[in-house]
């Protein structure tokens, strides 16, 4: 149990435009998710928190208008990267945890995004 | 000072080593502290955690939180190539949303 998918594994997008990443629970009900970024070699940064129907809360430096944060149900969030730059070029996990759980968190496998 | 400092390492050892893996903290609120497992270009997987302070076993792993030193330790017994990762430690801060994940140390275990 506790599955988490994303979707796509990876994806190469030209700079200027935007790509949209998903991110499901399989089998649980996701109250929360997380978005987290990871550069080469260095650990996870949180960049987001979003509950279910409400507004994403993003963490200090994250520009909450270049990654648009929906998690319009409780299985479902995406991130959407918009005018995309080479320097968003960055591997991006998500996370969920369900109401039933405190602090255990679930993470997807990770979207690789390179932008050209 | 960051909240949870790691070693990035690498570190390689033969098959059937004892690793240890270690991690600082500076904060001690919210006591739940994990242990991830991430293999390349996938998303971490919880290993193992521990609450508050003292020793957890789970099979070849042990993790060991040492609170009078902000000290928290992860041992592999009888490593295997297959324990080749990246291990991160983490802890909660500001409540048991945010996580913050040290820099993750790359373990290399050779036949």
């Known amino acids: 149990g506790a599955v988490v998918s994303q979707h796509p594994s990876w994806v190469i997008c030209k700079s200027g435009t935007s790509v949209k990443i998903e991110c499901r629970s399989l089998d649980f009900q996701a109250t929360t998710m997380f978005w987290y970024r990871q550069f080469p070699k260095q650990s996870l940064m949180l960049m987001a928190t979003s509950n279910e129907g409400s507004k994403a809360t993003y963490e200090q430096g994250v520009e909450k208008d270049k990654f648009l944060i929906n998690h319009a149900s409780l299985t479902l969030s995406t991130l959407t990267v918009t005018s995309a730059h080479p320097e968003d070029s960055s591997f991006y996990i998500c996370?969920?945890?369900?109401?039933?759980?405190?602090?255990?968190?679930?993470f997807g496998p990770g979207t690789r995004l390179t932008v050209t | 000072q960051k909240e949870v400092e790691q070693d990035p390492g690498p570190l390689s050892v033969p098959e059937g080593a004892i690793v240890s893996l270690n991690c600082t903290y500076s904060n001690s609120a919210f006591q739940y502290f994990m242990w991830y497992r991430q293999y390349s270009r996938k998303g971490p997987e919880l290993l193992m955690y521990?609450?508050?302070?003292g020793n957890k076993e789970d099979g070849r792993f042990t993790a060991q939180v040492d609170k009078s030193s902000k000290y928290i330790s992860l041992f592999i017994r009888d490593s295997q190539p297959s324990d080749s990762a990246t291990y991160l430690c983490a802890k909660f801060s500001g409540g048991y949303n945010k996580l913050i994940f040290g820099a993750g140390t790359r373990l290399a275990v050779h036949p």
């Open positions: 521990t609450y508050s302070s």
């Open positions: 996370s969920a945890k369900g109401h039933l759980s405190s602090y255990e968190q679930y």
